[in-house]
T-cell receptor
Framework: EDKVVQSPLSLVVHEGDTVTLNCSYEVTNFRSLLWYKQEKKAPTFLFML????IEKKSGRLSSILDKKELSSILNITATQTGDSAIYLCAFYFIQGAQKLVFGQGTRLTINP | NAGVTQTPKFQVLKTGQSMTLQCAQD?????MYWYRQDPGMGLRLIYYSASEGTTDKGEVPNGYNVSRLNKREFSLRLESAAPSQTSVYFC?????????????FGNGTRLTVT
């Protein structure tokens, strides 16, 4: 079964810290990886990396795909309380039926 | 800028009752999706519609039916609700399909089945 595992499941840091969230997968044949941020309601899109891409950046957030380690990390530098959210990653697999599989999410809390 | 609109926002049902969750998008997207979100389990796909007139099962379709009424609207029906269907339900749409372009989510429906 295609599986996506995120770690840690929960993380509490102080404002200004840098955090690294991890997303690993167990199938090598995928088309893309997506990261979403979920505050109180709907998940909102952050990044999409294709299997041929390596890194994306947007302000204090960046995401790297490590195809050798079958994982992706989401880095947030100089964290702010507004970064508190659940961060979801999802892989779009193309082995058998094409499908987007989400990880369980990492709950990030930034304390002032 | 409505995006994806879901109704209702909250619903309480008794076991065995039926209901329909409504979803509409105004972005002219071809693909639409229904997910459920349970604690510790991420988002799981119930049904999706790659284009108007087509629907397909996702990971957890049992107990649900869907209708792609037109390009804008995609509804999810629970024919006989069970406590295991207590969850938060999200509708989403995508311009080119999941994996090719981002999903845009509605604000969710919190459903409780007693």
């Amino acid at each position: 079964e295609d599986k996506v595992v995120q770690s840690p499941l929960s993380l509490v840091v102080h404002e200004g810290d840098t955090v690294t969230l991890n997303c690993s997968y167990e199938v090598t044949n995928f088309r893309s990886l997506l990261w979403y941020k979920q505050e109180k309601k709907a998940p909102t899109f952050l990044f999409m990396l294709t299997s041929s891409g390596i890194e994306k950046k947007s302000g204090r957030l960046s995401s790297i795909l490590d195809k050798k380690e079958l994982s992706s990390i989401l880095n947030i530098t100089a964290t702010q309380t507004g970064d508190s959210a659940i961060y979801l990653c999802a892989f779009y697999f193309i082995q058998g039926a094409q499908k987007l599989v989400f990880g369980q999410g990492t709950r990030l809390t930034i304390n002032p | 800028n409505a995006g994806v609109t879901q109704t209702p926002k909250f619903q309480v049902l008794k076991t065995g009752q039926s209901m329909t969750l409504q979803c509409a998008q105004d972005m002219n997207h071809n693909s639409m999706y229904w997910y459920r979100q349970d604690p510790g389990m991420g988002l799981r796909l119930i049904y999706y519609s790659a284009s108007e007139g087509t629907t397909d099962k996702g990971e957890v379709p049992n107990g649900y039916n869907v209708s792609r009424l037109n390009k804008r609207e995609f509804s999810l029906r629970l024919e006989s609700a069970a406590p295991s269907q207590t969850s938060v339900y999200f509708c989403a749409s995508s311009e080119l399909g999941a994996g090719r372009s981002p999903l845009h989510f509605g604000n969710g429906t919190r459903l409780t089945v007693t």
